[in-house]
Nanobody
Framework: QVQLVESGGGLVQPGGSLRLSCAAS????????MGWYRQAPGKQRELVAD???????NYADSVKGRFTISRDNAKNTVYLQMNSLKPEDTAVYYC???????????????WGQGTLVTVSS
């Protein structure tokens, strides 16, 4: 009974900023890695950034220097601060978490429902 719930998507002008949030709900003991993927129409889903419980981060080359991923382990929440947004950042952004351990079950991987980010003038 665990869900990932994303928020923060929307329409923004080029050069603008958005902050995405993803909260894992449920009785959660531990989440190893949380991250963000994105998928534009007609394209494959790609990793944007991820972060381990210890704070190690990984970014796609296309977003380095513009996006920052962070997490609050106490809140089981991961954030993606997106600055200097470009039209090519337009996509549905999906939260990912795993492995994730609840009081009773260990999940290999969970996905959020996705939140749409549109960068356009």
């Amino acid at each position: 009974q665990v869900q990932l719930v994303e928020s923060g998507g929307g329409l923004v002008q080029p050069g603008g900023s958005l902050r995405l949030s993803c909260a894992a709900s449920g009785r959660i003991a531990n989440i190893n890695t949380m991250g963000w993927y994105r998928q534009a129409p007609g394209k494959q889903r790609e990793l944007v950034a991820d972060i381990t419980s210890g704070g190690n981060t990984n970014y796609a080359d296309s977003v380095k220097g513009r996006f920052t991923i962070s997490r609050d382990n106490a809140k089981n929440t991961v954030y993606l601060q997106m600055n200097s947004l470009k039209p090519e950042d337009t996509a549905v952004y999906y939260c990912n978490a795993g492995p994730l351990t609840t009081e009773f079950v260990r999940y290999r991987e969970l996905w959020g429902q996705g939140t749409l980010v549109t960068v356009s003038s």
